[in-house]
């Protein structure tokens, strides 16, 4: 299990930006895939973004690709979520995931470890 917390959620107005950082406890963070997923009331939670351990290889949904970008500091056993162009719809809060594995996954199975979540709202 690895132990993560997510911060830099907030309110942003419809096209702003938002960064958000996740922070993981293990030394042993480089041997984890990593996700972004979220849940917006009323809805189940959804796949957002995935990195591979080493950062090489992302996968994105659909719906935030060419507006979010995933990446990972390994050094800092922290892996980011950089929002662009934000949208009402984005409007959710944002869970960061570590899969016991080297390759991403868009499959919230294939995760075993979660943080906390952190709020985004966008405004219109």
């Known amino acids: 299990q690895v132990q993560l917390v997510e911060s830099g959620g907030g309110l942003v107005q419809a096209g702003g930006s938002l960064r958000l950082s996740c922070a993981a406890s293990r030394r042993t963070f480089s041997g984890y895939a990593m996700g972004w997923f979220r849940q917006a009331p009323g809805k189940e939670r959804e796949f957002v973004a995935s990195i591979s351990r080493e950062g090489g290889s992302t996968y994105y949904a659909d719906s935030v690709k060419g507006r979010f970008t995933i990446s990972r500091v390994n050094p800092k056993n922290t892996v980011y979520l950089q929002m662009n162009s934000l949208k009402p719809e984005d409007t959710a809060v944002y869970y960061c995931?570590?899969?016991?594995?080297?390759?991403?996954?868009?499959?919230?199975?294939?995760?075993?470890?979660w943080g906390q979540g952190t709020q985004v709202t966008v405004s219109s």
């Open positions: 995931s570590a899969r016991g594995s080297s390759w991403y996954s868009g499959l919230e199975a294939d995760f075993g470890s």
